[in-house]
């Protein structure tokens, strides 16, 4: 998968014939709440025109102009993604700032669990709007469909790491396509954003070896102390079989991450103590920072 998307790469206008540059603005218009009998077919007929027009009407500003065609770059594409609820607004801050501000974003606007990602099952991904750095768009099943939008704890960390890298998620190395967690040999930190695996010296002098992974907070507070307020990643973990069932970060003693089982917004904040208890048979997996960067 890309980093970004554009939503068209032509006009879309009446007379042209069936292509998918008039099946994306109908896929925004109708997940925007507008009505097209037959659906988006990619056919931009006249049930088509009339729904573009009918939501420019609605949307735009009063005296501006409504037109029954769309150009690539057109504020009518980024209004039908608002509106459809699946724009999300970038913080365009790099570093710590950056990431706190997504994630306040997400913790306001209620932001919920991708139900099934837990199991492998998730449908949503996040991409930027090409050449816009204000905005990421967020695609279900790899079509436009209506909003709300929601995390899962890969998507999360994925494009938190961009940002923190960038302020955005519109350049190397972010990919929406996230193919981590289970059992498998690929990190996200390590791999994707070059953030190195941190070791722990085992406590027996006479062995004088480390191992890859943590077992619990105090021993994760310890190997960050030295920069405790720099941007760690941290992967959660099946004891013996190092199975990755979670991931999250952490900064200053606080762990953010997208998580089940919430009431309100799955993106949530809690202490590096408060996040390692009640993990039995669990242990964890600590990457950054990366230094190259930040």
């Given amino acids: 998968m890309p980093m970004t998307r554009k939503f068209i790469g032509a006009t879309v206008k009446l007379g042209?014939?069936?292509?998918?540059?008039?099946?994306?603005?109908?896929q925004l218009l109708i997940a925007a709440g507008e009505v097209i009998p037959g659906g988006a077919d990619g056919d931009w007929g006249n049930n088509?025109?009339?729904?573009?027009?009918?939501?420019?009407?609605?949307?735009?500003?009063?005296?501006?102009?409504?037109?029954?065609?769309?150009?690539?770059?057109?504020?009518?594409?980024?209004?039908?993604?608002?509106?459809?609820?699946?724009?999300?607004?970038?913080?365009r801050k790099a570093g710590i700032e950056g990431v706190l501000a997504m994630h306040d974003w997400f913790v306001k606007n209620n932001i919920k669990y991708n139900a099934g990602a837990e199991k492998g099952a998730g449908n949503r991904a996040v991409y930027g709007v090409h050449e816009d750095t204000r905005y990421a768009v967020q695609?279900?099943?790899?079509?436009?469909?209506?909003?709300?939008?929601e995390m899962d704890c890969t998507t999360y960390v994925n494009?938190?790491?961009s940002i923190y890298a960038s302020g955005h998620c519109h350049s190397a190395p972010y990919d929406a396509s996230c193919p981590f967690g289970g059992v498998s040999a690929n990190h996200c930190a390590r791999d994707r954003y070059s953030?190195?695996?941190?070791?722990?010296?085992?406590a027996d002098a006479t062995t004088n070896g480390h191992v890859n992974y943590f077992e619990n907070a105090e021993q994760i507070t310890a190997a960050v102390a030295a920069e405790s307020t720099k941007l760690y990643a941290i992967e959660?973990?099946?004891s013996g079989t190092g199975s990755v069932k979670h991931m999250a970060l952490l900064t200053d003693g606080m762990v953010y991450e997208c998580t089940t089982g919430q009431s309100g917004s799955a993106c949530v904040s809690r202490s590096v103590g408060?996040?390692?208890?009640?993990?039995?048979?669990?242990?964890?997996?600590?990457f950054g920072p990366n230094r190259a960067t930040r």
């Fill in 16 to 26: 042209r014939k069936k292509n998918n540059d008039a099946k994306v603005v109908q």
């Fill in 48 to 91: 088509s025109a009339k729904a573009l027009e009918k939501f420019q009407k609605l949307q735009l500003s009063a005296g501006a102009k409504v037109q029954a065609w769309v150009d690539p770059g057109d504020l009518v594409l980024l209004l039908m993604a608002w509106k459809a609820g699946i724009l999300i607004p970038l913080p």
């Fill in 139 to 149: 695609t279900t099943s790899l079509q436009y469909q209506a909003g709300p939008v």
């Fill in 159 to 161: 494009l938190m790491l």
């Fill in 195 to 202: 953030m190195p695996l941190i070791t722990r010296k085992l």
């Fill in 236 to 238: 959660v973990g099946l």
């Fill in 274 to 286: 408060d996040f390692c208890a009640g993990k039995t048979g669990k242990i964890f997996y600590l």
